[in-house]
């Protein structure tokens, strides 16, 4: 029976860590992910099956201190994770839901339409999903649904001045603009440099990882590229085109992977099936 259960116990951590770890795709992140995880596997170690009194409650007090620390830096993906189990939304837990693929025509509308805001001195906002699990309660105010094809000349529309819609970010998801006038949620970070357009991409940024952020000031016409919560600032056109260009080649390996586990699968499944015809008298 304390094997049984110890098994489970073994399974059931290692299917969460296998879960927190696959789910994290930045590096860094990644690092202090695995190197908490190994002190929490040391702790668990030594008050089990160590007769170390002291050395356990230090282990203990590192782990404790350790977790405040992580706490602390990952504050926005933690704040992300009781919002996904708040909503009880498990599929975007375990990766299974899958949207917005962009391709490469839609960088060289958004390079061009940047370009052009940038000129203008037109302040602008757009989110590009590159399948993320977006929803309209995400943001604070779902925006106008548009469902339009993209093009340079309705985006620069949209974000004149002369309509109500260009106070809002435009959303593109799937090739196509899907609203506008969209209000995001800002972020905590206590950053007084920027303006309201860019604590709204820093927000959205900090809570879906699959979401970029292209932000023109109005003031200066500077572009800014949000990701995770953090920018690169100020870019130009050609720097844009490629951390785009980037962010598409690394979503559309992500999709071919998928691909071929799903591939292998079925040419597994295959393969016994028709070892089992053969087997049949």
Known sequence: MFWLR??????????????LLGRVTEPRTLWLLRGYLLLVAVAWLLQRYGDLPLTSKLMEALVLVCGLALAILLQGELRRLMELLGTGRL????????????????????????????KRRCGGLIVLDLGSDLRPEDFLNPGIQIDALLSVDLMLNLFSSETPLHDGAVLLQANRIASAG?????????????????????????????CLCVVVSEESGTISLACQGKFERPITRERLRALLGEALQLQ?????????????KAQTAGDLAEASAKNRP
């Open 6 to 19: 110890l098994s489970f116990d073994l399974l059931f951590a290692g299917s969460l860590g296998f879960l």
């Open 91 to 118: 599929d975007v837990l375990l990766g299974s839901r899958q949207t917005g693929r962009q391709d490469s025509s839609t960088v060289d509308i958004l390079v061009d339409t940047v370009g052009q805001l940038s």
């Open 182 to 210: 969209v209000i995001l949620p800002l972020s905590r970070q206590s950053i007084t440099r920027h303006g309201t357009r860019h604590l709204a991409a820093l927000g959205l940024t900090e809570r879906h990882e699959r």
């Open 252 to 264: 559309s390996g992500d999709r071919r992977k998928r691909q071929a586990r799903t591939l292998s």
